[in-house]
């Protein structure tokens, strides 16, 4: 069930196949197997999709971080220290999306493969669609915000392609489409600054953009409330101590939701915590040969693994137990972007913490709640508010927030599936995805103890739903009215955020997908 996982990659590579095969060979192949082409690449997804859902359910909700083997050391430079992994996440969040995202592009290919029928560029088309797939799961799947914005950047210029695909047509509708491409552009583009500007303020106030390390515990709260003897109920699978969910003999770490247990038939060494399928090293963060990573591997002496025998009334059953109920066993530089964030927001006047570095005169660096900008610092808490806020234009533009929302209403001008596409299942969803994915930042970016972001970003949905939902009233082109109609029920998702009702977000993303 472990190695379930090793196959996220395939999310991003199935479509990318599908596109290079009908963008380079597409004019030399018909039309009915340049179509088939892309609704496998895209059907596949799907699969894949279902299959990460099945090692979720079947690990206990257990996170995972893939690294792609061909892909190691994607972006790093030694000089600095610096290293931006090509890692994927496996988590609820990020296969959810996949799921429904896989599904319902899936049936638009199904639908663009007739409605395209005797097009001069059919192959072009499915090509750009695939594509377009293809960068929204890097987008979602990612592990840390470069990626995320590969995957930002992917899109928008697929939604271009897209929406003014018919630009060659006569009689002035060409001009019509071409501009309803440039205008989703330069639209997008203001967002993408805002977001390009979070991702340099991250990098400079924590040193790293991935959002979790493999060995960190992302859920605190869950562990020392499992810890206190809580647990979750009504989810088929669920841990509970003296309940078998390991192979014999095996040392097996699981996670359900973000909470961190340890199955375990025998007795293990104090200080490993290695699954069967070979977790990531504590300095590390990689398996051999670009195995998943187990989320809050447990390589610390101080609370790894249970002590003595884990059996169940002599029946040799694996006991479930706590590993880490936090990330005490980690120092600062061995964080993601969120974990960081957290810790340095919750320090108090002069507290500090140790980073792991040393400096030149032999002592440890510390850190405090001060960013460093050169000829001036400010609070962290200050600089989680301009990042938050910059995640929010960019989320404005690609989730048509106001005042970016003006574009979607003329992406209408492309052919009906792209306007399916963008709508339902993946462009529009990209904002709300990544304020929900970045909610630890939204929470910790206060001003005193007034989380001024989270209510700027609730203002602006709810205006947005309101504004949207009163001018498709006056509209008699049915294409404009679902284009307002849209508009109006991303006012609500991003509505939802900002109040911290990340499920309900999502709920309704889901939903609305379908719809």
Not at 206 to 228: C, H, I, Q, R, W
């Amino acid at each position: 069930m472990q190695s379930l996982a090793y196959i996220a990659p395939l999310m991003i590579l199935f479509p990318s196949v599908g596109a290079f095969i009908n963008f380079f060979w597409g004019g030399r192949l018909t039309e009915r197997f340049s179509a088939t082409v892309a609704i496998v690449c895209s059907g596949a997804t799907f699969f894949v999709a279902l299959v990460l859902l099945s090692y979720l359910n079947g690990n206990f909700f257990q996170p995972a971080i893939i690294d792609p083997p061909l892909l190691d050391g994607w972006l790093r430079i030694p000089s600095v220290n610096l290293e931006i992994p090509w890692q994927m996440r496996v988590d609820t969040l990020s296969v959810s999306m996949m799921v429904f995202i896989s599904f319902v592009a899936t049936l638009i290919h199904l639908y663009a493969a007739g409605y395209m029928h005797g097009d001069a560029r059919f192959p072009r088309f499915m090509a750009y669609l695939n594509m377009f797939l293809a960068f929204m799961f890097t987008l979602i799947g990612g592990n840390n915000f470069l990626m995320m914005f590969v995957g930002w950047e992917g899109v928008g210029l697929c939604s271009y392609l897209l929406i003014g695909f018919w630009w060659d047509k006569t009689r002035g509708e060409g001009w019509r489409n071409a501009n309803a491409a440039r205008k989703a552009f330069i639209a997008n583009r203001i967002g993408d600054f805002g977001v390009l500007m979070a991702v340099f303020l991250m990098f400079w106030t924590f040193g790293t953009l991935d959002f979790y390390k493999p060995t960190e515990v992302a859920n605190a709260e869950a562990m020392t409330e499992l810890s206190e003897g809580g647990h979750h109920e009504g989810e088929e699978g669920a841990a509970t101590e003296g309940e078998e969910h390991s192979e014999e003999g095996a040392a097996e770490e699981s996670h359900e939701g973000s909470v961190l247990l340890v199955a375990q038939a025998e007795p293990t060494a104090e200080g490993e915590g290695h699954s069967e399928a070979g977790a990531a090293t504590e300095d590390e963060g990689h398996s051999e040969a670009g195995a998943a990573a187990v989320e809050g591997e447990a390589h610390s002496a101080e609370g790894v693994a249970a002590e003595g025998e884990a059996e169940a009334e002599g029946e040799g059953h694996a006991v479930a137990t706590i590993a880490h109920t936090d990330n005490a066993h980690l120092t600062y530089n061995q964080l993601g972007v969120f974990g960081q964030a957290d810790a340095r927001a919750h320090l108090e006047g002069d507290e500090t913490l140790l980073t792991g570095n040393i400096n030149s005169d032999g002592t440890e660096e510390a850190i405090g709640r001060q960013v460093d900008f050169g000829n001036f610092s400010l609070d962290i808490n200050t600089v989680l508010v301009l990042i938050t806020l910059f995640m929010l234009l960019g989320a404005s533009g690609k989730s048509a927030q106001i005042p970016l929302f003006v574009w979607l209403p003329d992406a209408m001008a492309g052919p009906t599936p792209v306007s399916a596409l963008i709508h339902a299942a993946t462009m529009v969803t990209a904002g709300v995805y990544m304020m929900v994915r970045s909610n630890v930042l939204f929470y910790n970016a206060t001003i005193g103890d007034f989380q001024v972001v989270s209510f700027v970003v609730t203002v602006v949905g709810a205006t947005t739903a309101v504004v949207a939902g009163f001018i498709a009233l006056g509209q008699y082109d049915i294409k404009r009215v679902l284009a307002y109609s849209t508009v109006s029920q991303l006012g609500f998702m991003v509505a939802a955020v900002g109040m911290g009702a990340y499920v309900a977000a999502m709920f309704h993303m889901i939903t609305h997908a379908f719809f």
